[in-house]
Nanobody, 124 residues
Framework: QVQLAESGGGLVQAGGSLRLSCGATGDTVCISAMGWYRQAPGKERELVATVTSGGSTKYADSVKGRFTISRDTAKYTLFLTMNSLKPEDTAVYYC??????????????????WGKGTLVTVSS
């Protein structure tokens, strides 16, 4: 199992910046990728950005050029630096981790985990 805990959300004015953090504990050697997702009121959860264990990143078109995903591999900590925030970025942001069974870690299960989320509110 993996436990994820997000922090860093809050209220910010449009144009401002925030940095979210996500700490992972437990069977972290099983993690193959981590990412940030968000869910705005009345909308479905959507991908914001992901990073694989090899360092490959992917971003939603709506955040490209404004958000940066990064990680501290040694500490299994994930970050999301958000600049030029817009009111439409208002959402609960969730950290997610994909676990994968491989020859190196045969005891791992192919599954995923989510944190409880952190609220980001951008005022206009």
């Amino acid at each position: 199992q993996v436990q994820l805990a997000e922090s860093g959300g809050g209220l910010v004015q449009a144009g401002g910046s925030l940095r979210l953090s996500c700490g992972a504990t437990g069977d972290t050697v099983c993690i193959s990728a981590m990412g940030w997702y968000r869910q705005a009121p009345g909308k479905e959860r959507e991908l914001v950005a992901t990073v694989t264990s090899g360092g490959s990143t992917k971003y939603a078109d709506s955040v490209k050029g404004r958000f940066t995903i990064s990680r501290d591999t040694a500490k299994y900590t994930l970050f999301l630096t958000m600049n030029s925030l817009k009111p439409e970025d208002t959402a609960v942001y969730y950290c997610g981790a994909d676990l994968q069974q491989t020859l190196r870690v045969p005891w791992c299960a192919n599954t995923n985990y989510w944190g409880k989320g952190t609220l980001v509110t951008v005022s206009s």
